[in-house]
């Protein structure tokens, strides 16, 4: 018998006993005898009782405030989106339940600003923490403060291996890029070589982007496959596309060319008919564009929506329903091509 209208009386009478201690079982109290707490345990399932969380949550004036550390969307790195929009639609969800939510965004290249931030959380009152971990040193003390108070922390989007205790939702980078090497290897014919291209800001999370090509090297391994690999920074867009260019010209056995980041900004490059393979990351609009012109032949998506979304439901499992959270929770990575990007157009970047 399943009914989730049951209530504690009619677990009691199932049970033969009175409705005090099946409160301290429901409740996880002592003061209950074995025998007597099997006899309750029994009733619940046989009863199919179901608390009711919203219910009991009504009744009680505790709160729960979270503060979320992210990097601020724009125009140039507009990812975090998505990300945003997940959280405004979990905490709508949430809100009943007692909890409040502040954002804190820091400029994604800045490690003064990610400071700033770590600094007024710090001095918040905050049960938990839900945040991107860049920079290695202010993080490390950030986490060492948060846990002397007893806070509870998720990070999102980035695993830090450095705390590898801290639950972690998001992509596995390494098997990602694992994931681009293999649709590489079903493209082009074993004489193709492939070139890597790493794209990275002054302060960005180089850790992140070395993980994916270290993915895509280790599948590589031992299978006799050429690889080259071009590095620049960010400060001039036009020089990097000239050296690309240079690159591929120098080596005209370059049939593929795997973007561990920042495919968007020389995507512009290459054409439809130049015959090449491109493999890249995130379902941002401009990447789009390239997709659907054909220039761009696959992106790797990383649901920065759900990462949000169920991320930031992950404290709801712990602090109301007190369960123990996974230390990886690994999304699935998906493979978008202009044949099946309308599909997700509810999970954009």
């Known amino acids: 018998m399943k009914n ?3 209530g504690i009386k009619d677990i009691a009478k199932h049970a033969g006993v009175s409705t005090g201690p099946v409160d301290k079982v429901l409740n996880n109290r002592g003061g209950v005898s074995l025998e007597t707490r099997k006899r309750i345990l029994q009733a619940i399932e046989e009863l199919g009782y179901t608390p009711n969380i919203l219910a009991s949550r009504l009744k009680s004036a505790k709160k729960y405030a979270i503060a979320v550390l992210m990097p601020e969307a724009t125009d140039d790195n507009p990812y975090w989106k998505e990300h945003l929009r ?3 639609d979990i905490t709508v969800e949430l809100i009943p339940f007692g909890f409040e939510f502040d954002i804190f965004h820091f400029k994604q290249n800045d490690e003064g600003s990610y400071l700033q931030r770590t600094l007024e959380i710090l001095e918040g009152t905050f049960d938990g923490v839900f945040m991107v971990p860049i920079f290695h040193n202010v993080t490390d003390r950030f986490i060492s403060l948060l846990e002397e108070k007893g806070t509870h922390i998720i990070f999102f989007d980035t695993r830090n291996e450095f705390f590898n205790d801290i ?4 992509q596995h980078s390494q098997h990602s890029g694992g994931l681009a090497a293999e649709l590489f290897q079903k493209c082009l014919i074993q004489d193709s070589e492939i070139l890597i291209v790493n794209l990275t800001g002054k302060d960005d999370n180089h850790l992140h982007f070395a993980n994916r090509e270290k993915g895509f090297r280790d599948f590589f391994r031992d299978k006799g496959r050429n690889i080259k690999r071009y590095e620049s920074n960010l400060e001039n867009i036009k020089l990097i596309k000239q050296e690309i260019n240079q690159l591929l010209k120098e080596s005209p056995s370059i049939r593929g060319v795997f973007f561990t980041n920042g495919i968007h900004k020389v995507a512009s490059l290459f054409k439809p008919s130049t015959n090449y393979i491109l493999i890249g990351y995130d379902l941002i609009e401009q990447n789009i564009k390239y997709l659907e ?3 761009i032949d696959f992106l790797i998506s990383q649901r920065p929506y759900t990462q949000a979304h169920f991320g930031m439901k992950l404290f709801y499992d712990m602090l109301i329903k007190k369960e123990k959270v996974k230390k990886n929770n690994y ?5 978008i091509m202009k044949s099946n990007r309308q599909y997700y ?3 954009m970047a």
């Open 86 to 88: 997940g959280i405004q």
């Open 167 to 170: 639950p972690f939702i998001g």
């Open 293 to 295: 012109e054909g220039i």
């Open 331 to 335: 999304l699935p990575i998906d493979i």
């Open 4 to 6: 989730k209208s049951i």
């Open 345 to 347: 157009n509810d999970f």
